[in-house]
């Protein structure tokens, strides 16, 4: 995307209405859990971790519409872009409201899911993409090393 992105930590006082113009997006990490209330228009909103309720818990997009809500755990990011239609220019979209819900308080097990929880499953998932890719790093090295220490046989030809 050649638009402009703008990023915001979300905390309490940020609680409103907000308007994001068309081509434009934005990246919000919530201090608190609270949710977004798309209040006229349409979103996608990317998340940076897995969707609730997905067993496999792929990264992936969620198309919001005017009425929707998105529940947000705190320190995880979401990234708003206004819904342009298949074939429509981006800059004629409309704009998008949308408001930030913090929840009423946080308690101790949401503080303990954004301060340990939430770290220590990122970390566990970096730890595994590492040692997938350190496994392929090896193999590659390998073949590569392999392919250059054989021997080299010629055809005779007839």
Known sequence: MSTAAHSL?????TSGAWTLAAGRAIAMR?????EILIINGAVWATLD?????????????LYL???ERLRL??????????FVPRGAR???????????V??????????????????????????????RAFGRLVRGVLAWG???LAPRTQRAFD
């Open 9 to 13: 930590p979300l905390s309490a006082r």
């Open 146 to 148: 392999g392919e250059r």
């Open 30 to 34: 919530p201090r608190q859990n609270g």
């Open 49 to 61: 971790g897995p969707h609730e309720g997905l067993e496999s818990g792929p990264l992936g997009d």
């Open 90 to 100: 981006p800059q004629l979209a409309s704009a998008v409201k949308f408001d930030w």
């Open 102 to 131: 913090p929840s009423p308080q946080a308690s101790a097990a949401d503080s303990w899911e954004a301060t340990v929880a939430q770290p220590a499953d990122d970390l566990g998932r970096a730890l595994g993409e590492a040692q």
């Open 65 to 67: 519409q005017a009425g």
């Open 73 to 82: 755990i705190a320190g995880r990011q979401v990234v708003l872009e206004p």
